[in-house]
């Protein structure tokens, strides 16, 4: 089959590479209609995040049909044929982060566990395409992947919505609602947003559907922020406004209630001397990721009031 | 087991080497904690304990080994440290982890970097996270490894 695969610092390259096969009892093989790139392949790509091996296959979002299942997939849970949206992180559904729901936090299914733990204190789960570090799964930017656990993972789409409308469901849509559903909306909460792309534009969604009679997004592209301010949501361009006042302005001086982080490891928000500080630190690795967008959420919030960091 | 209390254990090392001991049973409370030690004069002066005790809340169980060993000089003592690693502790870990998946999913989890599951890392060459080829599967059939 073919497949996107890593083959150096900012360089990727469609493949000739094996099919899958099963390789434990409960994987499925999905034939993949439909995937996406998503804004933390780029950390893979420029080599931001370490332990990539040349020709490891990418891709994190993906969906399309199951055609082969393993021996323990049970049958009333995933059948050949079915229409699948696969979540990014595998999950064994047996472990104590698995049954409180908290599957990016499977205690079972990276097998690289050993190494994480040392550079993240905690291991995450096993994820596709997301290099050795989170377990070296082959990703779904190819034709054909493997999705172990199958009958935990996998949401079956019975629905005719098109792969447009559901394959978000792999990650960014999720992502966008926990940072909302972490930082305990109430009626009539103020949430402001930093970050505005598709993760963020997700949170804000997420946050108005729970609640919130504001929404504010900060951004500096203006089409991202044209984006927000078509859904009805306030808008603040930190390239050309102090975010803190204008934040203080919009609320009466009492800072927003809920501040979600959206923004992830690698942006280059806000003032220079604080970026150039985060990049020096950054350049030698003494700090993993540029915290700049959370520090302001954080002096920004209300007192009482939550932040909630969903930067990957 | 070669008696009520006395064992004989025999631990697979590199390059087709057996390293093999008597030990005594220290302490055996059923379910809880097993331990023992290699008689006097043994090749291998080692010690170790498995316990097993239920964790806080209901939350399942709690295994800690501890793993006591002395390696003789010589090419023997060599081997088995090529066995262990630079890390024994790790090496442990690992284990320990593949021990909870068995116990909590009933088998190994293999990723395409690591498609061989309950076998040392040390033993295998790294390999991408891509599919495995035809020669690369018949291996791991050959090992009785693959699901059919
Ligand atoms: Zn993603
Ligand atoms: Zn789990």
């Given at each position: 089959m073919?497949?996107?695969?890593?083959v150096?610092?900012n360089?990727?390259e469609?493949q000739?590479?094996?099919?899958?096969t099963i390789?434990n009892?409960?994987?499925?093989?999905?034939?993949?209609?439909?995937?996406a790139?998503?804004?933390?392949?780029?950390?893979?790509?420029d080599g931001?995040?370490?332990m990539?091996e040349?020709?490891?296959?990418?891709g994190?979002?993906?969906?399309?049909e199951?055609v082969?299942?393993?021996?323990g997939?049970?049958?009333?849970r995933?059948?050949v044929g079915?229409r699948v949206?696969?979540?990014?992180?595998?999950a064994?559904g047996a472990?104590l982060?698995?049954?409180?729901e908290?599957?990016?936090?499977?205690?079972?299914t990276?097998p690289?566990?050993?190494v994480?733990?040392?550079?993240?204190?905690?291991?995450v789960a096993?994820?596709?395409?997301?290099?050795?570090?989170?377990g070296g799964?082959?990703?779904?930017?190819?034709?054909?992947?493997?999705v172990?656990f199958a009958?935990v993972?996998?949401i079956?789409?019975?629905s005719?919505?098109?792969?447009e409308?559901?394959?978000?469901?792999s990650?960014?849509?999720p992502?966008g609602?926990?940072g909302?559903e972490?930082?305990?909306?109430?009626e009539?909460?103020?949430?402001?947003v930093?970050g505005?792309g598709?993760v963020?534009?997700f949170?804000?969604?997420?946050?108005?559907?729970?609640?919130?009679?504001t929404?504010?997004?900060i951004d500096?592209?203006?089409y991202r922020?044209?984006m927000?301010?078509s859904?009805?949501?306030?808008?603040?361009?930190y390239?050309?406004t102090?975010?803190?006042?204008?934040?203080?302005e919009l609320t009466?001086g009492?800072?927003?209630d809920?501040?979600i982080?959206a923004?992830?490891?690698e942006a280059?928000?806000?003032a220079?001397?604080v970026h150039?500080y985060?990049?020096?630190k950054q350049?030698?690795r003494?700090?993993?990721d540029?915290p700049?967008a959370?520090?302001q959420a954080i002096?920004?919030?209300?007192s009482g009031g939550?932040v909630?960091v969903?930067g990957? | 087991?070669?008696?009520p209390?006395?064992?004989?254990?025999?631990?697979?090392?590199?390059?087709d080497?057996v390293?093999?001991w008597?030990?005594?049973?220290t302490?055996d409370?059923a379910?809880?904690r097993?331990?023992?030690?290699?008689?006097?004069?043994?090749?291998v002066d080692?010690?170790?304990?498995?316990?097993?005790?239920?964790a806080?809340?209901g939350?399942?169980?709690?295994?800690?080994?501890t793993?006591?060993?002395d390696?003789?000089a010589?090419?023997?003592?060599?081997?088995?440290?090529k066995y262990?690693?630079d890390d024994?502790?790790q090496?442990?870990?690992d284990?320990l982890r593949r021990?909870?998946?068995v116990?909590e999913t009933g088998?190994?989890?293999?990723?395409?970097?690591a498609p061989?599951?309950?076998?040392?890392?040390?033993q295998?060459?790294?390999r991408?996270?891509r599919?495995l080829?035809?020669?690369?599967?018949?291996e791991l059939?050959a090992r009785e490894?693959?699901?059919?």
């Open positions: 073919k497949a996107n695969c890593w150096g610092p360089e990727v469609v000739d590479v094996p099919d899958p390789l009892s409960r994987d499925a093989v999905v034939k993949i209609t439909s995937t790139i998503c804004g933390s392949d780029l950390h893979l790509l931001y995040v370490p990539m040349k020709g490891d296959v990418l994190h979002e993906f969906m399309g199951v082969e299942v393993g021996p997939v049970d049958g009333l995933l059948r079915d949206v696969v979540p990014f992180p595998i064994c472990c982060a698995c049954r409180a908290l599957y990016s936090c499977c205690e079972n990276n690289n566990a050993g994480a733990e040392k550079l993240f204190g905690h291991p096993g994820i596709f395409g997301y290099s050795h570090l989170t799964f082959a990703g779904g930017q190819a034709e054909y992947a493997r172990p009958n993972g996998p079956r789409i019975e005719d919505l098109s792969d409308h559901v394959l978000f469901l990650d960014i849509l992502t609602y926990m909302a972490m930082c305990d909306i109430q009539g909460d103020v949430v402001a930093w505005a598709p963020g534009q949170a804000m969604d997420s946050a108005r559907v729970l609640g919130a009679a929404v504010i997004a500096d592209v203006p922020l044209e927000a301010a859904q009805g949501y306030r808008t603040i361009d390239s050309d102090d975010v803190r006042s204008a934040l203080l009466g009492r800072g927003p809920k501040c982080d923004v992830g490891m280059t928000h806000g220079a001397h150039l985060d990049r020096l350049a030698v003494s700090e993993s540029r700049h959370l520090r002096l920004s919030c209300r939550i909630s969903i990957t | 087991m070669t008696g209390s006395s064992s004989h254990w025999a631990a697979s090392a590199p390059f080497t390293v093999e008597d030990a005594v049973t302490g409370v379910a809880e097993i331990a023992w030690a290699s008689v006097e004069g043994a090749d080692t010690s170790g304990e498995v316990l097993s005790v239920p806080p809340g939350r399942g169980t709690e295994v800690r080994v793993l006591r060993y390696m003789p010589g090419a023997l003592g060599r081997a088995a440290a262990f690693g024994p502790s090496a442990l870990d284990d021990f909870k998946q116990m088998e190994v989890v293999r990723s395409e970097r061989w599951g309950k076998r040392a890392r040390q295998f060459p790294q991408p996270a599919p080829s035809d020669e690369e599967l018949q059939e490894e693959v699901l059919a």
